[in-house]
């Protein structure tokens, strides 16, 4: 059982609705990231969240919304999508040092993605 | 910039024949780490190794090995004698430090055949 669980698993939503995706870590871990995939295309980092705090942002669109009530829990709200935002959205944690501790080299550890689909 | 390269788009090959799949990167950094990763069709990638840069021996665990080459910036991975449970998509990444600074190659897909 993978330590990062994801839901739903799959999703279609039109261009109106509004969504969101979920992701859960039981690993302890206090850094949490969003990475979207697309079809053969490297992973996309979009958002970091270390601490509780966003620390990355990777020019994302602002129909994506990401939320981090806590250190195990990271939303992704979806809103007005578009057709090419269709993707395999993954959830990763990490135990990333504190930003003024350093670099460490963390892996990451993923869910098994959410994948969606806009009609 | 940091950028990591996987030419082989897809790779099939017959159970029990040995398969390498290339990664080769490029970086500014001189301290820098590179990892492995697996993606099977469950979705979630699994992590396989992370190897910094002052270390340049090989590894080997189990069927899996990796060659890694400074001169080169190559960080090839090698599966013997492979198994229709090694069909997966496999990612290359390099990373100066930090898992929040991680960039992936595009993936290779290995497809092991009975």
Same mark, same amino acid.
């Given at each position: 059982?993978?330590?990062?669980? +994801?839901?739903?698993?799959?999703?279609?939503?039109?261009?109106?609705?509004?969504?969101?995706?979920?992701?859960? +870590?039981?690993?302890?871990?206090?850094?949490?990231?969003?990475?979207? !995939?697309?079809?053969?295309?490297?992973?996309? $980092?979009?958002?970091?969240? /270390?601490?509780?705090? !966003?620390?990355? /942002?990777?020019?994302?669109?602002?129909?994506?919304?990401?939320?981090?009530?806590?250190?195990?829990? $990271?939303?992704?709200?979806?809103?007005?999508? +578009?057709?090419?935002?269709?993707? $395999?959205?993954?959830?990763?944690?990490? +135990?990333?040092?504190?930003?003024?501790?350093?670099? /460490?080299?963390?892996?990451?550890?993923?869910?098994?993605?959410?994948?969606?689909?806009?009609? | 910039?940091?950028?990591?390269?996987?030419?082989?788009?897809?790779? %099939?090959?017959?159970?029990?024949?040995? &398969?390498?799949?290339?990664? &080769?990167?490029?970086?500014?950094?001189?301290?820098?780490?590179?990892?492995?990763?697996?993606?099977?069709? %469950?979705?979630?990638? &699994?992590?396989?190794?992370?190897?910094? %840069?002052?270390?340049?021996? =090989?590894?080997?665990?189990?069927?899996?090995?990796?060659?890694?080459?400074?001169?080169?910036?190559?960080? =090839?991975?090698?599966?013997?004698?492979?198994?229709?449970?090694?069909?997966?998509?496999?990612?290359?990444?390099? %990373?100066?430090?930090?898992?929040?600074?991680?960039?992936?190659?595009?993936?290779?897909?290995?497809? &092991?055949?009975?």
């Amino acid at each position: 059982e993978t330590g990062v669980t +994801q839901t739903p698993r799959h999703l279609v939503m039109g261009m109106t609705n509004k969504k969101s995706l979920k992701c859960e +870590q039981h690993l302890g871990h206090n850094a949490m990231y969003w990475y979207k !995939q697309s079809a053969k295309k490297p992973l996309e $980092l979009m958002f970091v969240y /270390n601490f509780k705090e !966003q620390t990355e /942002n990777n020019s994302v669109p602002s129909r994506f919304s990401p939320e981090c009530p806590n250190s195990s829990h $990271l939303f992704l709200h979806l809103h007005t999508l +578009q057709p090419e935002d269709s993707a $395999l959205y993954l959830c990763a944690s990490s +135990q990333d040092l504190a930003k003024d501790r350093g670099p /460490n080299t963390g892996e990451l550890f993923f869910g098994e993605g959410s994948r969606l689909t806009v009609l | 910039a940091q950028k990591v390269t996987q030419a082989q788009t897809e790779i %099939s090959v017959v159970e029990k024949e040995d &398969v390498t799949l290339d990664c &080769v990167y490029e970086t500014r950094d001189t301290t820098y780490y590179l990892f492995w990763y697996k993606q099977p069709p %469950s979705g979630e990638l &699994v992590f396989l190794i992370r190897r910094n %840069s002052f270390d340049e021996q =090989n590894e080997i665990s189990g069927r899996y090995s990796w060659n890694f080459q400074k001169s080169t910036s190559s960080f =090839n991975f090698t599966i013997t004698a492979s198994q229709v449970v090694d069909s997966a998509v496999y990612f290359c990444a390099l %990373s100066k430090g930090s898992a929040r600074q991680l960039t992936f190659g595009s993936g290779t897909q290995l497809t &092991v055949l009975p």
